[in-house]
């Protein structure tokens, strides 16, 4: 277990491409990473469960598992040769939900048994399932990145609903609910979001300003903005479902940044993860005064970070890398 309390330099030109640093930004966080213990599993999305366990998938090695942080202890389920997996949530009952990337399911673990009942996509062509998350009502909202759908799974009939995206090549990657049950998602081949209206099933793309935009996570601030990160340019941006006006911030380490994982706290703070840098940097962003102020590098370089959960009870949020650990950052 590697633990990082770093205080940065408020000059850190020879780390990395920067082109606009705030000069807020050296308030460091302290990070906590574990190794997984299989190597070159490609861990991935996070999710704390009610017991406290951090639940993730191994995309390369077929294998959902948790960390419990308090001992270090992992165990590990298999998914089945070819599986892929790409992310899981867990239910408020426990149950694991994983999405099935590679073999084309929903998957159903039961944590005391290990049983995986998979439900399959009802068109061949949904061939990827990429990221889940509930509504209020428990049922889970996915995006389809390769066979560019969105869909709904009715968990109470196991029903799959899906919506084709108009714009060929879309790649719906990141998702997020709102507090009308209304998904938002990253439409990470264009320069778009989309949202559905759960009440017609009714898909709408939004057209971001700049056509080199690319979002690739998605998360939601209680005031109902939408905000995104451009992996291809290096910004933050907020999208207002009110005006439907855009602004954008200029990544600390510039346009080469690449940021990725994202989430946001129970103050509005946005966190992600600017994965062009090496080693990958941790930053926050505060929508009150519209400023970074937190930069930590991760201990391990990190790699990518793909996806980071904030969990409210610990103030922590939670992230795995392709340099094969878990990560807990904790939050001021």
């Not at 490609?42 to 390369?60: A, E, M, S, T």
């Not at 590679?102 to 990827?128: E, S, V």
């Not at 391990?300 to 959960?309: C, D």
Request: with cysteine.
């Amino acid at each position: 277990m590697k633990t990082l309390t770093l205080l940065l330099l408020a000059s850190f030109l020879c780390l990395g491409p920067v082109d606009n640093v705030a000069p807020s930004a050296v308030d460091p966080v302290e990070i906590t990473e574990w190794d997984v213990p299989w190597e070159n599993s490609r861990p991935r999305d996070p999710y704390v469960d009610g017991q406290g366990r951090v639940w993730f998938v191994g995309q390369r090695s077929d294998y959902a598992a948790y960390l419990d942080p308090e001992t270090g202890e992992f165990k590990r389920y298999e998914l089945g040769e070819g599986a892929g997996p790409h992310n899981l949530i867990v239910d408020t009952d426990g149950t694991v939900w994983v999405a099935g990337n590679r073999a084309a399911y929903i998957g159903k673990l039961d944590p005391d048994t290990g049983d995986l009942t998979k439900i399959d996509m009802p068109d061949p062509a949904a061939r990827d399932p990429h990221t889940l998350i509930f509504d209020s009502q428990g049922d889970i909202w996915f995006t389809v990145q390769g066979g560019n759908f969105v869909g709904k799974l009715t968990k109470a009939s196991s029903d799959v609903e899906l919506m084709e995206v108009p714009t060929q090549g879309a790649r719906p990657y990141g998702i997020v609910v709102d507090s009308n049950d209304r998904p938002w998602i990253a439409l990470f081949g264009t320069n778009k979001l989309a949202t559905v209206d759960p009440a017609t099933m009714t898909l709408q793309e939004i057209a971001l300003p700049r056509e080199e935009i690319r979002p690739r996570r998605i998360q939601l601030t209680s005031d109902g903005m939408v905000w995104y990160v451009d992996y291809a340019g290096g910004k933050l941006g907020r999208y207002n479902p009110s005006d439907e006006t855009v602004e954008e911030w200029d990544m600390p380490s510039g346009s080469s940044s690449r940021p990725y994982g994202m989430a946001v706290d129970d103050q509005d703070r946005l966190w992600f993860v600017e994965s062009g840098v090496d080693p990958n940097r941790f930053v926050g962003f505060d929508p009150a005064t519209n400023e970074f102020f937190s930069t930590t590098e991760i201990e391990s370089g990190g790699g990518t970070v793909r996806h980071m959960m904030f969990h409210a009870p610990t103030r922590t949020v939670w992230f795995c890398t392709d340099t094969n650990t878990i990560g807990r950052a904790v939050i001021p």
